[in-house]
């Protein structure tokens, strides 16, 4: 589990960078790049390109997504932007706008 | 009643930096490196690792790690021994540790006293001139 949270109430603008994973619940615009994992809460919104190895959301999401492990789209995501993986669930329910590239 | 807790919290890991502006109601406790604005309602911790450069607003501030930049807290300012400040503190209550390093200008609630008083003393200037 990682151990970076953002919590509920948070408003983030601006770029977050770093080596560990993410749970995001609260509210971010701008860019996010990791090596370790994301979750993206049920109640988060991000505006944000998403750099990161595993990918699993459950809000939503503005952006671009690039993972070099898995995406994984939950039933309550809503995804507007591409997404370019190696490997992709997406759940039924998940709302997605987008393109997807797989094995790149 | 701890995974409550944890709920509230937000935390700034180790290996993370950002970038930006960070603004909230909860309490925030940061490992790693943040850069730009930092606002909360409630309680702020920089642990020993974290490396902060931002303006800060919160209730209550403890500072084990380095911080550059202002601060405004409506609650205690608490620099630990391991603490590196350079800054100006706005607060009520400010405690610095032995072995804590501080650069900056303070002002708390008794200093804003001072101030009152000074400002009386203009006033008798302007009498002196009248009477001339």
New interface residues.
């Given amino acids: 589990m990682?151990?970076?949270?953002?919590?509920?109430?948070?408003?983030?603008?601006?770029?977050?960078?770093?080596?560990?994973g993410?749970i995001i619940k609260?509210k971010l615009n701008?860019n996010i790049k990791?090596e370790g994992s994301i979750l993206v809460e049920k109640d988060a919104i991000v505006k944000a390109d998403i750099h990161a190895n595993n990918v699993k959301i459950s809000g939503e999401v503005k952006g671009n997504i690039s993972s070099t492990g898995n995406v994984h789209y939950m039933e309550d995501s809503t995804v507007t932007g591409d997404t370019k993986t190696s490997r992709i669930l997406i759940e039924d329910g998940a709302t997605i706008k987008g393109s997807v590239h797989i094995n790149i | 009643m701890n995974k409550k807790v944890q709920?509230?919290?937000?935390?700034?890991?180790?290996?993370?930096?950002?970038?930006?502006?960070?603004?909230?109601?909860?309490d925030?406790i940061i490992s790693?490196r943040l850069e730009?604005v930092l606002q909360t309602s409630q309680n702020l911790t920089i642990e020993k690792s974290g490396i902060v450069k931002a303006d800060i607003k919160s209730i209550n501030l403890v500072l084990s790690g380095t911080l550059v930049g202002n601060v405004n807290s409506k609650g205690t300012v608490i620099i630990n021994k391991s603490g590196r400040m350079v800054g100006d503190i706005k607060s009520d209550k400010i405690i610095i540790n032995a072995g804590a390093q501080y650069k900056g200008t303070i002002l708390t609630k008794g200093s804003s006293k001072v101030r009152s008083t000074q400002k009386i003393s203009p006033k008798k200037n302007s009498r002196l001139k009248t009477k001339r």
């Fill in positions: 990682p151990k970076t949270t953002i919590g509920k109430s948070l408003f983030l603008d601006g770029e977050l960078t770093g080596k560990d993410l609260g701008g990791v | 709920e509230n919290i937000t935390t700034l890991h180790k290996d993370i930096s950002f970038n930006g502006k960070l603004v909230g109601d909860e925030i790693g730009g």
